[in-house]
């Protein structure tokens, strides 16, 4: 998830005002000082809520300063007096939305959320006045009209090109009229989301299931029991178990209890979330969409998602949705075929009912063991939380040359969270990168990549990123460390992933580093990456049983990877049908709007199965309203699943840590940002066009 407010690069020069007696009566707010720690991480130690809102007053006032010098500015409009001055308009701003948006997502304390509906609408007006600033937006204009009468190199015209076009997309060209008119949308908006957010977060820790019976527990495994009884404890019910709603707690009782109404009921919590009650986000979507088509028409477009899809490499929803419909439909024929198996399962065992989405989890792991002799719980013993991360730092030192070296004395945002210095193999500083890997009641659920700072060209010099990944883990209990599940696995490789495009990036402007590129093209370094986790070669250096020290034996790997593409029916079914809602989502009219009436049509009219829903219903799809990130955008990840699946095949032919390969990945795609056209980038790393098809033959879908 990236912010919104606009901070794309760094400025060769500094436009900073002088300290005004605001400033100098702030003079203890950590975020009006500079940052002293070792690669200026931020002194979370010192920050309190109260200085946010101050710290951004100040901000404000800095980026008034700036923008006003740059449009008073009587020469003719350069690249180095109209763009680059806005790769750094407000330092001190960018420093206080970097954190707030952190700590939003990850450390939403009570007294943090409180001060969500002040600040949010102060961070959004400071966002206008740059984006919507006509004056700005014609020197942004002529120099971009005049780029061939200016001696820029390539990367520089890019920057003045995607300056000029997200200004535009952002409302610049519009009228005065119209501006103000998108102006209170978004700002309706964003207080939508606040609310949105607020809900979900408030729905999913209200809903816990107690279990009385330990016989009810049959069947879970004792890591995901223990977590239940440590629950129960932390709510005075000794003795019993609870079960949550965040995913270490619900996905080991619907893929293993034994009890089918114990897994109904955690079906239809999670299903029905944020549906009912003073936590329903029905009637926040319903303004959502509403605006959403106000928005598009405001600014020129048939509906939201035509709008949204403008922007990236699919170019519009039909071209999105075409493709979501390649994968879907051989997805659901392969998932038809996986529901008949488990019917026979159930039949042969005289179960006696048909196969229920609460039961698709439990009984295609049944099928999996009788059809491969493999149980995930098998292998789940040498995924400790430790060596998966050894794990991951061995990949990336043997593709790309850094190493990882804990600071046990940085400044951190909580005891849970490490640090590491990313070096390169010379010992040169690369980045900071962060780790929040467990579930708490102040963390939104998910798992996420982003930084404090953004690599590139600031006005002392060239800075190195702090980038952070945050995931929600299962933790470790009284007699077990942190043992992860293979999906939990995957989606720590997935977010290093992020990870490593951000900390890796060579790219020289802000804007153009790391992971701010099109949405549609910045998973293929996250989904890329989960392809070593399950690589016999790495598994034996970073499996091993948290018991014994046992590498995980060949056998347990052959069987994991021999059901590698088990169970794809279901998994792509529920994630084409998710982004194809969203985009339909982006298309509605926003007029008489239904929520779960228009979920249902959708539903009929693709050929939804029964036996599998959205992977996220509405109420709880905070990807795509919980902000604009990747709304009419959830796409995204099966568009980078075909550039994914494509540059994986070339690691399959060539090694997957064949140096030239690997070399060529780390040039074209994790250091180039985005430097160049995404589509020229990955032809240069893989020779030809993506090619779609790969991706059926990644998921044997193909023949």
């Not at 980026?63 to 500015?73: D, H, W």
């Not at 519009?174 to 957010?197: H, M, P, R, T």
């Not at 997805?331 to 065992?349: F, G, I, L, N, S």
Request: aromatic share 12%; glycine share 6%; with cysteine.
């Amino acid at each position: 998830m990236k912010h919104k407010f606009l901070t794309l690069a760094a400025a060769a020069m500094m436009l900073s005002p002088q300290l005004t007696s605001e400033m100098v009566a702030q003079e203890s707010n950590p975020f009006l000082q500079p940052y002293t720690a070792q690669y200026e991480i931020p002194p979370f130690e010192e920050i309190k809520t109260e200085h946010f809102i101050p710290a951004l007053k100040v901000g404000i006032e800095e980026q008034t300063k700036n923008l006003e010098a740059i449009v008073n500015n009587p020469e003719a409009p350069t690249f180095d007096n109209t763009i680059m001055p806005l790769e750094n308009l407000s330092p001190i701003l960018d420093r206080v939305v970097a954190v707030y948006y952190h700590y939003d997502n990850a450390m939403s304390s009570p007294e943090h959320a409180a001060i969500a509906d002040e600040i949010v609408p102060m961070i959004m007006g400071a966002s206008n006045e740059v984006m919507l600033n006509d004056a700005l937006f014609q020197r942004i204009k002529s120099v971009y009209d005049n780029l061939g009468k200016m001696k820029l190199d390539a990367v520089q015209k890019r920057v003045v090109e995607k300056y000029y076009r997200r200004f535009a997309e952002q409302g610049a060209a519009l009228s005065a009229e119209k501006k103000e008119e998108l102006v209170k949308v978004n700002n309706e908006l964003s207080k939508l989301f606040i609310q949105y957010n607020r809900n979900l977060l408030k729905a999913t820790n209200d809903f816990f299931i107690v279990v009385y019976d330990e016989k009810d527990l049959a069947g879970l495994p004792a890591s995901s029991i223990g977590t239940a009884a440590e629950e129960a404890k932390a709510r005075n019910l000794d003795g019993l178990w609870v079960f949550t709603l965040h995913a270490p707690s619900r996905l080991p009782v619907l893929q293993y209890a034994d009890n089918r109404g114990l897994r109904e009921a955690m079906y239809k919590g999670y299903t029905n979330l944020a549906t009912t009650g003073e936590t329903s986000n029905i009637p926040v979507i319903e303004q959502i969409v509403a605006l959403r088509a106000q928005k598009a028409a405001i600014m020129g477009f048939d509906n939201f998602a035509q709008m949204m899809t403008s922007r990236v490499m699919a170019g519009t929803p039909e071209a999105a949705e075409d493709l979501m419909m390649q994968v879907f439909t051989p997805a659901t024929k392969r998932a038809a075929e996986e529901v008949k198996d488990m019917q026979a399962y159930v039949d042969a065992r005289n179960g006696g009912f048909k196969i229920a989405p609460w039961d698709y989890y439990y009984y295609a792991e049944k099928v999996k063991k009788e059809k491969f002799n493999f149980d995930e719980a098998d292998v789940r013993p040498y995924f400790e939380l430790n060596n998966v991360v050894k794990g991951m730092f061995y990949v990336a030192e043997r593709l790309f040359g850094i190493k990882f070296i804990e600071m046990p004395d940085a400044p951190k945002y909580m005891n849970e969270v490490t640090v590491y210095d990313v070096q390169d193999l010379k010992g040169n500083h690369v980045a900071v990168f962060m780790t929040d890997f467990f579930p708490r009641a102040s963390k939104r659920q998910g798992a996420w990549m982003e930084q404090m700072q953004s690599a590139g060209l600031y006005a002392d010099g060239m800075k190195r990123p702090i980038v952070y990944n945050v995931c929600n883990f299962t933790r470790p209990t009284a007699d077990t460390p942190a043992l992860l599940t293979m999906d939990e696995v995957e989606t720590a490789f997935h977010e290093f992933g992020h990870a490593l495009q951000g900390m890796l990036t060579q790219a020289k402007y802000k804007s153009l580093a790391g992971t701010n590129v099109d949405r549609d093209y910045v998973e293929l370094c996250s989904q890329i990456l989960e392809h070593w986790a399950t690589e016999p070669e790495v598994l034996q250096q970073y499996a091993k049983h948290y018991q014994t020290g046992e590498v995980i034996p060949q056998d347990l790997i052959d069987k994991l990877n021999a059901s590698g593409t088990f169970n794809q029916g279901f998994v792509s079914t529920e994630l084409a049908g998710a982004s194809i809602l969203d985009l339909k989502w982006g298309r509605h009219d926003g007029k008489n709007v239904d929520v779960m009436g228009f979920e249902k049509k959708v539903a009929d009219e693709i050929g939804m199965p029964d036996e599998i829903t959205f992977r996220y219903r509405s109420p709880y799809f905070k990807h795509i309203f919980g902000d604009d990130g990747y709304a009419s955008g959830y796409y995204t990840y099966i568009w980078a699943q075909v550039l994914e699946a494509d540059a994986w095949e070339l690691f399959m032919q060539k090694g997957i840590f064949d140096k030239k390969t690997a070399a060529n990945f780390k040039k074209y795609i994790m250091e180039s940002g985005d430097t160049e056209d995404p589509t020229v980038l990955f032809e240069k790393f893989r020779g030809h066009k993506p090619d779609a098809a790969a991706l059926l033959r990644l998921r044997g879908f193909a023949e």
